[in-house]
């Protein structure tokens, strides 16, 4: 066991702690508090005047397996023989040796929903991982944790003849693709044993409320057209960007949708997000959406969250919403919530020992620790 002592502690759960202790047994927090006992023979490590918050939650991010740094060989997150390729999973295309990862651990980041990317319609299975480990399957957390879709430009650009030409044509696939699940699902459950056909089977998980749909959308339109389209289909549902979030935000808080907002601190790079504004974040928040920050790495390196979280803080969104959108908001939506997200006795000891107060430049990451092991230190400069 370890005692981690005289921190400012940020349990996300419950209020800040002043000078506090946690413990740490067998990869979980064995117990935290502000006089909390430390056991005879623990090993103590005095934190004095540094800041604890637990592991960031990034729920959209492409680590291990999009170039950064390798360039095409290793973009490996779209796969284009059509529109619809449901039936791949983001599990095979990662690389843990990745140094994605690496930035990861150096940025907070302790878990990752790992999408693929957002060329097809219907992109495939997600999962969430650490971010340290050997073998990817040993990394995750909970797989799968939902089904990609996408609408807008990228579906579009997508390679092949039967790629959609236009928005209308994107949404038409996706309802044609859930109609054929639900018919497959049919046949099934009346014995008919229709040929296997995984990616089918994929999108039943979503129809049968095992997984949600996570929907690429930038433009207002095409978030209003997700909307349209999962609420008639009756599925449960994100919304991945959300760039024009703020210029329908009543629309979205009514219905109490989890936004992935992000990547942040990046271009106008595409037409979509010609009216990316830095305070979507807060607008969304103000209004009854359920925001988390995310990186979309490596359109913004997982290094920069916490930045990005700042950013996000100085146009609006509160200290507690912004830390609670890179905890357990996203900890929430991507139903990890039970293990990391937050600090408390029995969950999982992914936690980060900063210089200061969290999203200033003057706090860097000093350590960052998953289940207990401490999986990045900050070098001396």
Request: charged share 25%; with cysteine; aromatic share 6%.
């Amino acid at each position: 066991m370890h005692a981690y002592i005289g921190a400012k502690i940020y349990p996300v759960d419950g209020p800040p702690i002043d000078d506090g202790v946690i413990l740490v047994e067998d990869g979980k927090i064995a117990g935290i508090g502000g006089d909390l006992p430390i056991p005879d023979g623990v090993e103590v490590v005095d934190l004095s005047g540094k800041v604890i918050i637990p592991g960031l939650v990034d729920a959209h991010s492409h680590a291990g397996m999009w170039g950064d740094g390798e360039g095409e060989a290793s973009q490996d997150g779209n796969e284009r023989p059509g529109p619809i390729t449901a039936d791949v999973d983001a599990i095979d295309s990662v690389n843990p040796h990745h140094t994605s990862f690496a930035s990861c651990r150096e940025g907070g980041v302790t878990t990752v929903q790992i999408h693929p990317g957002s060329g097809n319609a219907i992109g495939g299975l997600c999962f969430a991982a650490k971010t340290a480990g050997e073998v990817v399957d040993d990394m995750v957390l909970k797989a799968p944790t939902g089904l990609k879709g996408a609408l807008g430009e990228n579906p579009k650009r997508g390679a092949g003849k039967d790629s959609p030409k236009t928005r209308m044509g994107t949404a038409a696939l996706i309802r044609d693709y859930f109609a054929r699940a639900r018919e497959y699902g049919r046949k099934r459950d009346e014995g008919k044993s229709p040929d296997p056909d995984r990616g089918l089977e994929n999108v039943l998980r979503v129809l049968e409320g095992e997984i949600p749909f996570r929907v690429h959308a930038h433009r207002s339109d095409d978030i209003v057209t997700a909307v349209r389209l999962c609420e008639e289909l009756g599925i449960a549902y994100n919304i991945e960007h959300c760039t024009d979030g703020y210029l329908i935000a009543g629309f979205l808080g009514e219905r109490g949708i989890a936004a992935h907002v992000g990547p942040g601190l990046s271009s106008r790079g595409k037409v979509e997000t010609a009216n990316r504004h830095e305070g979507n974040a807060a607008i969304l928040a103000a209004a009854g959406v359920k925001v988390c920050l995310v990186t979309d790495h490596p359109f913004l390196d997982a290094r920069y969250l916490m930045a990005y979280g700042g950013v996000a803080q100085k146009y609006g969104l509160s200290f507690e919403d912004t830390l609670r959108a890179l905890t357990i908001c996203p900890a929430e939506s991507i139903g990890v919530d039970d293990r990391v997200g937050s600090l408390s006795q029995g969950k999982d000891a992914d936690f980060l020992v900063l210089a200061g107060e969290p999203f200033s430049f003057k706090s860097p990451v000093l350590a960052t620790f998953i289940e207990g092991v401490e999986v990045y230190t900050r070098p001396t400069l």
